[in-house]
């Protein structure tokens, strides 16, 4: 019998595609982030990232089996990653959490992982 994951413990992919989507309509406005997402439609971004989160979180690898391996910081390198752009994707990214249904317990994990990773992701500081 295997162990339950993060994935399955918050509610599988529904709930991993509602914070996406949530996410991702903060960044459809966005003054800072929406320049940074080349692509007219937003769409093909949201499939990458709920599916990148969701195959982190112990889902079905289905992100890894289409793009290899995630090379995060190699991806993001062509684009301006400055503390302010975290904080506007942290402050989606939060508004994204609290539409969920989550324990104190779950939304601090994911919390946890969520300001790490855009730390890790800035690259200059203009």
Same mark, same amino acid.
């Given at each position: 019998?295997?162990?339950?994951?993060?994935?399955?413990?918050?509610?599988?992919?529904?709930?991993?595609? +509602?914070?996406?989507? %949530?996410?991702?309509?903060?960044?459809?406005?966005?003054?800072?982030?929406?320049? #940074? *997402? =080349?692509? @007219?439609?937003?769409? =093909?971004?949201? @499939?990458?990232?709920? *599916?990148?989160?969701? &195959? *982190?979180?112990?889902?079905?690898?289905?992100?890894?089996?289409? !793009?290899?391996?995630? !090379?995060? +910081? #190699? %991806?993001? /390198? =062509?684009?301006?990653?400055?503390?302010? /752009?975290?904080?506007?994707?942290? !402050?989606?990214? %939060?508004? $994204?959490?609290?539409?969920?249904?989550?324990?104190?317990? &779950?939304? &601090? +994990?994911?919390?946890?992982?969520?300001?790490? /990773? $855009? &730390?890790? #992701?800035?690259?200059? #500081?203009?």
């Amino acid at each position: 019998m295997s162990e339950a994951t993060f994935y399955d413990e918050i509610g599988g992919f529904d709930t991993f595609r +509602r914070i996406v989507h %949530r996410f991702y309509e903060g960044v459809a406005t966005d003054e800072v982030l929406r320049p #940074m *997402y =080349p692509e @007219e439609d937003l769409g =093909p971004a949201e @499939e990458r990232f709920l *599916y990148f989160l969701v &195959q *982190y979180w112990g889902g079905p690898t289905t992100y890894s089996d289409h !793009r290899g391996h995630p !090379r995060l +910081r #190699m %991806r993001h /390198a =062509p684009f301006a990653v400055t503390p302010a /752009a975290k904080d506007h994707w942290l !402050r989606h990214f %939060r508004d $994204a959490l609290d539409s969920v249904d989550l324990t104190p317990e &779950q939304d &601090q +994990r994911f919390w946890d992982y969520v300001e790490h /990773a $855009a &730390q890790f #992701m800035v690259n200059t #500081m203009d």
